[in-house]
């Protein structure tokens, strides 16, 4: 079960390159492979829930000396989110994604992606998590560029050389790291680190970790290259992009702060809420001054990632839970506000919302699938937003972490300011004059965009049983001792 989720899409993506002029087995088969894998990974995660983590050592070489698998509760619900965005992708692509595309390799370059993402949440050793992390960063490169248009490209390059510039730092890390410690298998690491005087090079090691892992996960000052790069493909890869890209950076840090910061934890947790709240702030503000829908969705990831980070720095068992429940509810709401944003551009040619209006009174059913998504991420109750944003609040006051609590609140404000900026723009005023005709909204788009809100709606609704198994991730993350115990068996 723990090879599955990287075998699956392997073998999916083989099968995919061999039938890629069939268009009609590409879509079935595609869909079908992801419900799979959100089987398995449903399978897993009750699985470690029950019986603990589990952990593989690849070729019967005993840990740390051979490719270690490892399946604990953080990455078991990693997988299962990932895996049901992969779903309701699959159904909404034939719908916005042009037959080109899709015959010129777009189902096996997102099969390509899903390894990639699944083995950086299962690995256990740093240097197969850098392996992992190209494969994932090569298929989205040419997903971002699939197609060829100007501005595709233009966002590509930008994509593909920040993209370099963090695997630069990884490797860089990696060196220094496996210079000092003679080791790169995460749990030996770990337990090396606790014992290690000589500090200086490890924490270099970590610094140039974090600022990798920072470029990935689009925080501050490296943010600027995603709205650059995020609106330029079809909404639907932008939109798988939303839900799995930068969240594997996030779960990569808060991996590696349980397992690695054992020495100057003062600073590391200050330096972490210093970059929360200004990663927070200056995503927010540079969203509510955007009128093209998906810049202002794309500096929202930015805004939201910095809720994750919070959660982190604070780092009690209560803020690492929300911060994992927040993780979860943006994959979802964020995917399908972009989504929606689809059907938009569907409906009325334009993503500017200078350009949009009366899109309620034409299509309520439309109105209804942005307002749900986008009310979660501005916080409105009962939606999963406004637990996240609770969750870490209360975690904040708890830790008497007041400066970064009140940031969060206010940046929750402003959420709702470009929320309701697009619901007033594009679906609340009158149609203008100079709106092209309404165009046909297709089924699967609608279908699709419509199982992911009653996904947000669910996981607001079952608030209180999701955030116990995330409470229990969270007791995994911050016991290191029992990661290490799992794979070194002492």
Known sequence: MLIAP????????????????????????????????TVISLTLLLDINTNGIITIQMGSWPAPYGITLIGDLLASIMLLTTSFVAIVVMIYSPGFIDRERQT?????????????????????????????????????????????????LRGSVKYVTISFVASIFFVSAIGIIYGQTGTLNMADLAYKMRTWDDMPYINSGLMLFFIAFSIKSALFPFFFWLPASYHTPPVAITALFAGTLTKVGIYTMIRFFSLFVVQDVVFWKTFLLVIAGLTMSIGVMMAASQFDIRKILSF????????????????????????IYFTVHNMLSKTNTFLAGGLVYQRSGSYDLKYLGGLYKTMPFLAILFFVPAMSLAGIPPLPGFFGKFFLIKGGFEAGQYVITAVAILVGLFTLFSMIKIWNE???KKEPDDMPEPGPVSKGTLVATALLAAAVVALGVFAGPVMEVCHAAALQVTSPEVYIEAVLGN
């Open 6 to 37: 990287i075998l699956l899409p392997l073998l999916s993506m083989v099968i995919l390159i061999f039938t890629r002029r069939w268009l009609v087995f590409q879509q079935t088969f595609s869909l079908l492979a992801t419900i799979m894998l």
């Open 104 to 152: 010129a390799g777009y189902y096996p370059l997102v099969f390509g992606l899903l390894m990639g993402v699944n083995g950086a949440f299962l690995t256990g050793d740093i240097f197969n998590l850098y392996v992992w992390y190209e494969v994932m960063l090569t298929s989205s490169f040419v997903l971002i560029a699939l197609g060829g248009s100007a501005e595709q």
């Open 300 to 323: 929202h990831i930015i805004s939201q990632v910095g809720y994750m980070v919070m959660g982190l720095a604070i780092f009690t068992v209560n803020s690492v839970a929300a911060a």
């Open 426 to 428: 594009a679906y609340w």
